[in-house]
């Protein structure tokens, strides 16, 4: 079983940047896709970016080039940094993992990111 714990969420004016930073628990975690998903207010829960235990990426269109997605498997952890912020991008922001092998999937608790104009 893995827990995941985000940090990192806050208050930000429009233009700036966050990074969200998610601490994962057990060593089996290097095998998981870990991603961040964002959930606002009235809308469904939507990818924002996975990544692979090799490294490999996987963004939404609309995100490409303003968030940058990366892990560090030694530390257990994934980050999320965020440039360019705008208020529509204001949600609740979640990290995942999830196992191919048996489909193992586990959240965090989420972690509040506003976008102030």
């Known amino acids: 079983q893995v827990q995941l714990v985000e940090s990192g969420g806050g208050l930000v004016q429009a233009g700036g940047s966050l990074r969200l930073s998610c601490a994962a628990s057990?060593?089996?975690?290097?095998?998981?896709?870990a991603g961040w998903y964002r959930q606002a207010p009235g809308k469904q829960r939507e990818l924002v970016a996975t990544?692979?235990?090799?490294?490999?990426?996987n963004y939404a269109d609309s995100l490409k080039g303003r968030f940058t997605i990366s892990r560090d498997n030694a530390k257990n952890t994934v980050s999320l940094q965020m440039n360019s912020l705008k208020p529509e991008d204001t949600a609740v922001y979640y990290c995942?993992?999830?196992?191919?092998?048996?489909?193992?999937?586990?959240w965090g608790q989420g972690t509040q990111v506003t976008v102030s104009s």
């Open positions: 990544i692979t235990s090799g490294g490999s990426t």
């Open positions: 995942n993992a999830f196992l191919v092998i048996n489909r193992a999937n586990y």
């Open positions: 057990g060593s089996a975690f290097k095998f998981y896709v």
